[in-house]
């Protein structure tokens, strides 16, 4: 962004803000940040994501500010040489976790560097209008969560639930605390049909019951023990959430066998510790949970690292051939990654471990050198961890686009998500689709700039937007609200790093 630029934004919003007659402490209080951020976006000394205006424009409520409406779009020029160094942010997967979470506590809880992206701020919007105290409470993404003594469930905001699948997670807290209520269908990225039946049986255990009504999941709960373990018949994250969530407020030993041992449910294990809750096996496939019939504790709580921001990251250098430094990665959830990568012939430096704030996840500092890489001689395929991660596996499309030879990826988990991949054709790459769930990736590509419409799905998104950084001449992506969903201020961040990416909307 321009200085010019952010100076004009900045006369217009101090302009806007004093029509409507607000303070820039009021101002500050309806965006979520410190007066200290509205005078310097004011003085134009603030570097502004698309994000932030579109909220500016919210909470001014203004014509004059009109940049909030329509989608934002990228215009990409390349190719580019990455340097410098960047730090990893929290995860969007645990920070969803734990705001559903934050439901099961009476007290007040405290999450510290929350990453503020749109699929926390759609979370936000859902638990504000069912009555929870929401505030940032500074720019570095502390977040504090207050639960009213009674859940507006009636006034759920429908349009923020239905955009976001992780409302689901909203059942293992809420089936202590209501025994009727209604939840709009769980949206989200458009990978396919993503099957919602195991986080039924899991809390069936529990006594609760859900009927799909027209437009929204009718629960019906009448809380018992479980009478013997709870067997996931799939490891899903966000399943084994809400067992475990479910488990916390059930007073009583509760055994979960093939629950999901990977980052984000890690990040809820050490949470509930936190509110009393007793929880062995941690890391592992069998999490044994004792809960308490009530738990009312003001507590603080910082999540870990983002592995696959991480990835992003890692594939962000080698598409471009950079040297760069990735700070705060989560070694623990990337070592099959940085394996799989070596095996490829990809070189990097890396510091000596330390811990996440959370005292448990194991860090680096990872520093990528100028590698020439080669197609694995296997496939490349996800498994729930320790195995490569999920949303990892698109990363390594392009990873094997600048690679020399042949690489398949195998994409099991999702039915639609190995598809999209198909769109880096557009910038040059040869990806051939050889059925809904492999590709097969000749490299080595030379990319050259495109018009392409984000892919409606997070991570092939930011696949695509990482090879127009690779991309001869100019590149613009169209509609980039799917990235924006799961990583903070990503345009700006790489640009700090030597990318040219210019944020625009038709105005
Ligand atoms: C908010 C959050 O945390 N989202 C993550 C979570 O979503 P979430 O837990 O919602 O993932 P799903 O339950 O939709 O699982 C993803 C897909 O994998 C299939 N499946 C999963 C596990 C398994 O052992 N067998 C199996 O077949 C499911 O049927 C589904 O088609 O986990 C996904 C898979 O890691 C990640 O992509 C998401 O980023
Ligand atoms: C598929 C993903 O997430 P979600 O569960 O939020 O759709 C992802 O993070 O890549």
Known sequence: MTEGYKSTIGNVVRDARKHRGLTQAQLADKLGTSQSAVNRIEKGQQNLSLEMIARIGDALDSSIVEIGAGPTHLRVTGPTTLSGAIDVKTSKNAGVALLCASLLNRGRTTLRKVARIEEVNRLLEVL???????????????????????????????????????????????????????????????????????????????????????????????????????????????????????????????????????????????????????????????????????????????????????????????????????????????????????????????????????????????????????????????????????????????????????????DWVYENRAIYLTELNKLGAQVKLLDPHRVLIDGPTRFSGAEVVCPPALRPAVVVLLAMLASKGTSVLRSTYVIARGYEDLAERLNELGADIVPFRDI
């Open 128 to 410: 504000s209008s069912m009555g929870v105290g929401v505030r940032w409470l500074n720019d570095e993404g502390d977040l504090e969560i207050t639960p009213p003594k009674v859940l507006a469930l009636g006034d759920i905001d429908e349009a923020a639930a239905r955009r976001t699948r992780s409302v689901i997670m909203f059942l293992g807290p809420l089936l202590h605390r209501s025994d009727d209520f209604e939840l709009p269908y769980a949206g989200g990225c458009q990978l396919g049909e993503r099957t919602v039946e195991p986080h039924m049986a899991a809390l069936r255990h529990f006594g609760l019951e859900v009927k799909a009504t027209e437009g929204s999941y009718h629960a019906m709960s009448q809380p018992i023990a479980p009478a013997r373990p709870i067997v996931l018949t799939e490891r899903g994250d966000t399943v084994t959430e809400n067992a475990l969530m479910a488990a916390a407020l059930h007073p009583g030993t509760t055994v979960i066998r093939n629950a999901s041992s990977n980052y984000m449910v890690q990040d809820l294990c050490f949470y509930l510790e936190k509110l009393g809750v007793q929880v062995d096996g941690i890391g592992t496939t069998t999490l044994t949970v004792t809960g308490v019939a009530e738990i009312d504790v003001d507590v603080d709580y910082a999540p870990s690292e983002d592995p696959i921001e991480a990835m992003s990251l890692l594939a962000a250098a080698i598409v471009t051939d950079s040297e760069i430094t990735i700070r705060r990665a989560p070694i623990e959830f990337l070592e099959i990654e940085l394996a799989t990568l070596e095996e490829m012939g990809f070189k990097y430096d890396r510091t000596d471990e330390y811990l996440a704030a959370n005292g448990h996840t194991r860090l680096v500092d990872i520093t990528t050198r100028r590698s020439v890489l080669h197609a694995p001689l296997d496939k490349i395929h996800p498994l729930p961890f320790p195995g490569l991660n999920i949303d990892n596996l698109p990363f390594f499309a392009i990873i094997a686009a600048v690679a020399s030879g042949q690489t398949l990826l195998h």
